[in-house]
């Protein structure tokens, strides 16, 4: 277990400090931090402070330095959203906040696409990926659509808020035989139940397998609305679509 002071940025000790208050949550994060390398926990501070530019040029900097694309996306990045996501539960931060956080993400994951998206291989199958209606989260989608199309998936993107009949549509017009779906809030998760209820009567149900994930979904989740998967991470989303197609691991 690891102590505060073990994490050598000030202003991440400080941010823990002053805003995570539960002491799982402020151990969790001590932990992560305190094994971040001192890069990664510049990126994830200025991800937390909502300088996209910054987190541009860290995560550039440290690509071409040779840091990996998977280590710059959970010890900088991830682990960067994972503070902020506390501080907005918490009624420290707020939306517009939040958004500046989310627009450095988006900054840092920019420089990540090519590296983790290169796949180099003949596409091993389609999968039609999207955020379901009502909610407009896709940072965990689009980290999930990188890391498949690195492993060799053509991916259909269908964006955000997107209703049941679009993931119809996607699967009939383009033939594929696996459709993920992402939901971030409590109130949309039920729209994952309603897409697989939407894909029964449209009588497709048999030739899709569907995976879903999103922070608060869980596998007990998955299985009461009848998905045939639950992933907890963009690494958990690779392995799974690979099985539910039974391509080898
Ligand atoms: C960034 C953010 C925003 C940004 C989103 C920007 C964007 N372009 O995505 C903005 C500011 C727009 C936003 C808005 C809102 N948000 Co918000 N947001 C967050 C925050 C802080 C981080 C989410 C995130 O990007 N995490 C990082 C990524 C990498 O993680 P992830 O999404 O979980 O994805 C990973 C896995 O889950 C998995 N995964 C994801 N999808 C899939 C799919 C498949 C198939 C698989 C296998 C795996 C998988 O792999 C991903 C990569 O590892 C969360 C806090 C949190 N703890 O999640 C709140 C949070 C989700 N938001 C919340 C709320 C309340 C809102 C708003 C309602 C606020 C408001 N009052 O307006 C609005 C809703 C807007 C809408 N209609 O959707 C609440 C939800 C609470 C609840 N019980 O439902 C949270 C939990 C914050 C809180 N209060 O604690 N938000």
């Known amino acids: 277990m690891a102590e505060l002071s073990d994490i050598q940025n000030d202003f991440i000790r400080q941010e823990i400090e002053e805003f995570i208050l539960k002491p799982e949550e402020r151990q969790r994060l001590i932990d992560l931090f305190a094994s971040a390398s001192l890069r990664m926990q510049a990126i994830a501070a200025a991800l937390i402070d909502g300088d ?66 290169a796949s180099g291989i003949e596409p091993v199958g389609k999968v039609i990926m999207g955020t379901v209606k009502g909610d407009l989260h896709d940072i965990g989608k689009n980290l999930c659509i990188m890391l498949l199309r690195g492993a060799g998936f053509e991916v259909i993107d269908l964006g955000v808020d997107t209703p049941p009949d679009k993931f119809i549509d996607a699967v009939e017009q383009h033939g594929a035989p696996l459709v993920g779906m992402s939901a971030l809030l409590t109130t949309t998760m039920p729209n994952m139940g309603k897409t697989i209820e939407a894909f029964i009567d449209a009588d497709l149900r048999d030739s899709v397998k569907i995976m879903v994930g999103g922070a608060p979904v869980t596998q007990d989740f998955a299985d009461d609305m009848g998905a045939d998967g639950y992933g907890k991470d963009a690494v958990a989303c690779v392995a799974l679509a690979k099985r539910l197609l039974g391509l080898s691991a």
């Open 52 to 117: 996209n530019e910054t987190v541009s040029n860290l995560t550039r900097q440290a690509l071409a330095e040779g840091v990996g694309a998977l280590e710059v996306m959970d010890y900088g990045l991830i682990a960067g959203m994972a503070l902020v996501g506390i501080k907005f539960r918490e009624n420290f931060i707020f939306v517009p906040e939040v958004l500046s956080c989310a627009r450095a993400m988006k900054a840092g994951m920019a420089h990540l696409e090519p590296i983790l998206s």
